[in-house]
């Protein structure tokens, strides 16, 4: 049996991304991946296979979304409080909101704030951004944990 082979640019190529065959009749998909089978590789070449990565992860796309989320909006705790209550389950409600009251005057993770609200106000118009908003507040915990130092330079000694 001969080995399946390509050429170097095109097999890193290839790597790149999240290969999928088309969706079956409930919706699920098959991963391919035509960098390492010949028979996903035909697929690609017959134009079946479709790529998330490239779909997801363009400049376009990340600036469109990044418009989306990081607007500055402030909401008040009260308001704050409902946003976590519908969103959040309901063992991590008191967590999630002390960590985005945190945040909220907090000055590195302002922005994870800034992106859950945001995230929050989308999830009411599409339904799509829910889990945006509980990375945002993962996010704005690893923000807050992280100790803040100014003048973090390295000293140089000159002999």
């Not at 088309?22 to 296979?49: H, V």
């Not at 979304?65 to 402030?74: G, L, N, Q, V």
Request: with cysteine; proline share 4%; charged share 35%.
């Amino acid at each position: 049996m001969k080995k399946f082979r390509l050429p170097r640019k095109t097999k890193k190529r290839l790597k790149r991304g999240l290969w999928l065959y088309p969706l079956d009749e409930k919706g699920n998909s098959l991963m391919a991946r035509p960098s390492r089978s010949q028979e996903d590789y035909d697929a690609y070449k017959r134009g079946e296979l479709r790529n998330l990565g490239s779909l997801y992860n363009s400049r376009k796309r990340q600036l469109e979304f990044r418009s989306k989320i990081d607007p500055e909006i402030t909401v008040t705790d009260v308001v704050l409080k409902t946003y976590v209550d519908d969103l959040i389950a309901k063992e991590y409600r008191k967590w999630a909101f002390q960590i985005l009251v945190k945040a909220k005057n907090h000055s590195k993770a302002k922005k994870a704030y800034y992106n859950f609200v945001n995230a929050y106000l989308l999830q009411k118009k599409d339904g799509s951004f829910g889990n945006v908003a509980c990375l945002a507040v993962d996010h704005a915990e690893e923000l807050l944990k992280k100790p803040y130092n100014p003048s973090k330079k390295k000293q140089v000694t000159l002999t």
